[in-house]
């Protein structure tokens, strides 16, 4: 990349990433304790049985200073600190740590990446690339397998147009909304920029309503290679300003009653929504690999969820976002670094497999080989471990499939042989 065609305040994004890419220095030297993490019982709970509280998308946060805030909304599910000059507080799931956990560490401490690896919890969700059922009722079963089974939470892929089917994703949240009462369900990821930010800030703030506080926003620009950019008349060089903006409009619109907005793209005088989020600080995942995503997500996100990245790739990635926060004043929490990839209990012959990784190389334009994780339980554990050493705690894992049973198969055994292995390996930190 030419560096003098970037501008001054684009330089800390591309350094950092450079700073943080792999080399022979740094190659193989794990960035998160927990991926040696030897075995522990779990107190309270039977052996090879996942309660959903070990598994979870919301971590610890440091203490942050008081602010005012909405008296009828709850801190549940809560991320982390917004970009703009709003109240800080301690975003803790309510009643999910002690008085003190959230305190700053101790002088003498041990080395960040210890501290880093103590306070990260491994959260698995599952998500949906496309929409394998014969219908609704074969869904439904789905859903009421992972909120028996203990998963952590659902994720929807964004697509509005293609030939394989595909449900469009906010109504499948609000949907999840109605049906669920623990899971927490999110975006993997909203292409914001093919939306108006103020109706996705409206949509978000009533799934949040209804599904009380479980709602994990996920945004990213889009690929340029989907069809939707033609569909809805929409330039796709216009995708990076076009999510910079609607990002700004989302936040404030989910804090402040009256908002003026001036932008290329979107302009408001005066508008709010009511009622707003639950969730005090609703969350604002971004998405993307890029030095933009970058910048985005250490100057507006509250974590940062992987798509097509590998966990040699995602290494440099937390880390460039580290301390792209820090240089913004900013800091994200540790365990809000996410990473989705799809899993086969089989062989690579499989012809869903086959079909599958396909229709992944078509729509990314990557080589789908190394991205699948084909095999046995181990096999899943091994690549969840890989991208634990890289940084990342939080996981969407997406079943491959082709039919109804199928599908439920490959869920069964992930609940059954992944999750309690995980949960073995990886414990909860303790309170």
Not at 27 to 56: D, F, H, I, M, Y
Not at 366 to 392: K, P, S
């Amino acid at each position: 990349m030419n560096v003098s065609s970037l501008r001054p305040s684009d330089l800390v994004w591309h350094r950092a990433l450079a700073r943080h890419s792999p080399g022979p220095a740094s190659a193989g030297r794990p960035l998160c304790a927990a991926a040696g993490t030897a075995n522990r019982s779990r107190p309270g709970g039977r052996a090879g049985r996942v309660r959903p509280a070990e598994l979870g998308f919301a971590g610890r946060c440091r203490r942050r200073e008081p602010g005012r805030g909405h008296p009828r909304r709850t801190h549940r599910g809560a991320l982390a600190a917004p970009a703009r000059a709003l109240p800080q507080r301690c975003f803790c799931r309510r009643g999910a740590a002690p008085a003190g956990a959230c305190a700053p560490a101790p002088a003498g401490a041990n080395s960040a990446d210890e501290q880093r690896g103590a306070r990260m919890t491994v959260g698995i969700g599952l998500g949906l690339m496309e929409f394998p059922f014969s219908g609704a009722a074969a869904y439904w079963r789905w859903v009421d397998l992972c909120e028996a089974g203990g998963v952590d939470s659902l994720w929807q892929t964004d697509r509005i147009v293609s030939r394989e089917p595909q449900l469009e994703c906010m109504s499948v949240m609000a949907a999840l909304a109605g049906r669920t009462r623990r899971l927490k369900f999110g975006m993997n990821v909203l292409s914001l920029a093919l939306r108006d930010p103020v109706l996705v800030a409206k949509q978000c703030a009533t799934i949040d309503v209804l599904s009380e506080g479980r709602l994990l926003p996920a945004f990213g620009i889009g690929s340029p290679r989907g069809p939707e950019w033609a569909a809805l008349h929409i330039d796709t060089r216009t995708r990076g300003a076009r999510t910079d903006e609607a990002l700004a409009v989302i936040r404030r619109l989910w804090h402040e009653e009256r908002v003026d907005f001036a932008g290329e793209h979107f302009r408001l005088t005066g508008a709010g929504i009511s009622p707003r989020p639950v969730q005090a600080e609703l969350p604002m995942w971004i998405g993307g690999g890029s030095e933009a995503a970058i910048r985005r997500t250490a100057q507006l996100g509250t974590g940062w969820l992987g798509g097509p990245e590998t966990p040699d790739e995602a290494r440099p990635i937390v880390a460039a976002i580290r301390a792209g926060a820090a240089a913004a004043g900013r800091s994200i929490d540790e365990d809000h670094y996410g990473a989705s990839f799809p899993f086969l209990f089989g062989r690579r012959g499989d012809a869903a497999l086959q079909r599958a990784m396909e229709a992944y190389t078509e729509r990314t334009g990557r080589d789908a080989g190394d991205y699948f994780a084909v095999g046995d339980a181990e096999t899943i554990l091994a690549r969840i471990a890989a991208y634990i050493e890289a940084g990342v705690s939080k996981f969407v894992l997406r079943p491959v499939g082709r039919g109804d049973e199928h599908v439920l198969a490959q869920t069964r055994r992930l609940i059954e042989e992944v999750l309690p292995a995980a949960a073995a390996r990886w414990p909860k930190p303790a309170k």
